[in-house]
C-alpha cells in the first residue's frame, strides 16, 4: 500500500447543515451528501450516514419505519457534537476507502467566530482522524469558489443563504471586514411555503415537498403564472393529494423570509466604512449557498439594496470549491489560515 494513499489525500471539507461537500486535491468534488445521521428510533444507535438511508427513513422530523433522521451540524447539545463528528469520519472514510488514512484537511470557519469555536472545529477534524487542519473564513472561501480575486483591496458583499442561517459579509483583500448572520434560510423558505397551502388549503406538506415545490419552479422571476404541484397530506386521514402552486403563490409566501435576508445585507452596507460601501455600490454582491436559488430574490435584493446582485455559477458548491482551491494550493491555506489571524 502506498504511503500517499495510508496518509491521506489533502481534503477541503464543506460541512454544512444541510448537506457536506467533500473535495480531493486534484480531483475536484468528490462527495455531495446530505448531513444526515439515521438512528433506530428504539435504541437510538446510529443505523446510517447521509444518503445511505433505510427505505422509509426520509423523514427528519420524527420516526418512520422505525428511524428517525437527524441533522446535528450546528445544533447546541453533546448528542450533536457526537454525530457531526461521528457524520465527518464516516465521509472522510468514505471519500478514502481506507480506515486508517489521516489527510490534512481543509476546513470553513463563521467569519465572527471566536477563538474557542475555531479550536472546536480543528479539534472536531482531529477527532475524525485528520492529521492537520486548516481553516479559513467562510466568506473568503465562497468568493474563492463564486471565482473572486483574493487579494484586490475593493471590497464586494458575499451572501450565502444556507439551510438554517444566512451570513452576509463584506470582504477586502483577504480579509472580513464586517458581517452579519441571520435564522433565516432554505429551511425557513420551506416553512412558509407549507404554511401557505395550510392556510389556503387545509393540507400538510412536508419539507422535503416543500423543497421540491421550491426547485420545481426555478429561479427565473418570470412567468408569474407558472405552475407547480406539491405533494400534500390531508391532515385528518394522513392521505396524500397535492395543489397546484403557481410562481406568484410562491413569490408571495417567500416574502418574509426574504426580507430578514435584505434587511441584514442592508446592516452590513450601513456598518462598513464609507469607501467599502461605495466599492460594493460599483462591485455589488454575490449570491452563493442552496438557498440563494429561491425564485425572485436576486430581484428583490436588486431592487432594496442599489446594487448589482448576480449568483455564483455553482451557487451550492461555491464554498467547498473555494475551500477546494486551498486544499490545491496548501500556501494560500497556510495564509488565509484563520486561527493567525
Known amino acids: 500500500m502506498s504511503l500517499f494513499r495510508l496518509m491521506g489525500q489533502d481534503l477541503a471539507v464543506d460541512l454544512g447543515a444541510a448537506g457536506t461537500r467533500i473535495y480531493s486535491r486534484g480531483r475536484g468534488i468528490v462527495l455531495d451528501e446530505p448531513s444526515i445521521v439515521t438512528c433506530d428510533t428504539r435504541t437510538g444507535k446510529i ?10 427513513g426520509d423523514d ?24 457531526t463528528q461521528r457524520l465527518l469520519k464516516h465521509f472522510l472514510r ?28 480543528q479539534d472536531l477534524a482531529f477527532e475524525a482522524d485528520a492529521r492537520q487542519i486548516y481553516l479559513v473564513r467562510h466568506a473568503l472561501a465562497a ?27 463584506i470582504v477586502a483583500g483577504d480579509r472580513v471586514l464586517t458581517t452579519r448572520s441571520v435564522r433565516s434560510g432554505g429551511a425557513h423558505v420551506n416553512g ?17 415537498d416543500a423543497e421540491a415545490a421550491k426547485h420545481g419552479l426555478g429561479t427565473a422571476w418570470k412567468p408569474l403564472d407558472r405552475q407547480v404541484t406539491v405533494r400534500a397530506r390531508v391532515p385528518e386521514t394522513g392521505h396524500e393529494s397535492r395543489v397546484t402552486l403557481t410562481a406568484q403563490d410562491l413569490y408571495e409566501a417567500t416574502s418574509q423570509p426574504a426580507d430578514v435576508i435584505v434587511r441584514a445585507a442592508i446592516s452590513a452596507m450601513d456598518g462598513c466604512p464609507a469607501d467599502l460601501a461605495a466599492d460594493v455600490a ?20 436588486r431592487a432594496r439594496l442599489g446594487v448589482p446582485v448576480r449568483r455564483a455559477e455553482r451557487p451550492r458548491e461555491s464554498v467547498a470549491l473555494g475551500l477546494g482551491h486551498c486544499a490545491d494550493d496548501l500556501a494560500l491555506a497556510a495564509r488565509l489560515h484563520a486561527v493567525r489571524r
Open 60 to 83: 427528519a422530523s420524527g420516526p418512520a419505519g422505525g428511524t428517525r433522521a437527524v441533522r446535528p451540524v450546528g445544533g447546541s447539545d453533546a448528542l450533536d457534537r457526537e454525530f
Open 94 to 121: 468514505k471519500v478514502h476507502a481506507h480506515p486508517y488514512a489521516r489527510p490534512r484537511v481543509v476546513m470553513a470557519v463563521p467569519d465572527d467566530s471566536t477563538a474557542t469555536d475555531r479550536r472546536d472545529v
Open 282 to 301: 460599483t462591485r455589488g454582491a454575490v449570491l452563493v449557498g442552496g438557498g440563494s436559488l429561491v425564485r425572485g430574490l436576486g430581484r428583490r435584493l
Open 47 to 56: 443505523v446510517s450516514y447521509g444518503a445511505d438511508r433505510p427505505a422509509g
Open 192 to 208: 412558509s411555503i407549507a404554511r401557505l397551502v395550510e392556510r389556503d388549503h387545509g393540507l400538510i406538506v412536508g419539507d422535503g
Open 143 to 169: 468568493a474563492l469558489g463564486a471565482g473572486l480575486p483574493i487579494g484586490e483591496p475593493a471590497g464586494v458583499m458575499i451572501i450565502d443563504i444556507g439551510h438554517h442561517t444566512t451570513r452576509i459579509a
